[in-house]
């Protein structure tokens, strides 16, 4: 029997896959369960466009992610805090301070999707932040903290 996964079954297969079970498993076990469907011409065919559909739209938003990639590379941050002697910060520069720094540069987004090597900034110097724009996008984004006094 030639079903159609509607989520992800151990040992059988992922959501969306046409895979070849034995009958009494599909007919008593994963459709009524709400698992699959049986896999008709026209279930095949609806299956194929919702595919396509979907790889428009995460190519669509890979394209997107780029493009913000290339704007937030052309920004230079950099984040001031009141420091002590010898570059050492009052406090810490972390992922939520970065997020802030790129708003003012007319870019906004959340804390979450950026990564500060070491979790906080503790002195004065150059770093890097990953920021995560997409599942396959991910990019090395150099900012400067300032001591001020």
Known sequence: MEI????????????????TVKNGYGRNCLIPQKLAILATPSAKKVLAENLKQRAHREQKAVDDANKIAELLKALEIKI????????KLFGSVNNADVAEAIAKGGQ????KFITV?????????????????????????????????
């Open 80 to 87: 001031s805090s009141k420091s002590g002697d010898g570059g």
């Open 108 to 111: 906004s987004l959340e804390k």
């Open 4 to 19: 159609i996964l509607k989520k992800d079954v151990e040992y059988v297969g992922f959501a969306d896959d046409v895979v």
């Open 117 to 149: 090597a070491g979790g906080n900034v503790k002195r004065a110097g150059k770093y890097t932040a990953k920021v995560r724009l997409h599942r396959s996008v991910v990019i090395d984004l150099p900012f400067e903290v300032v001591g001020e006094k």
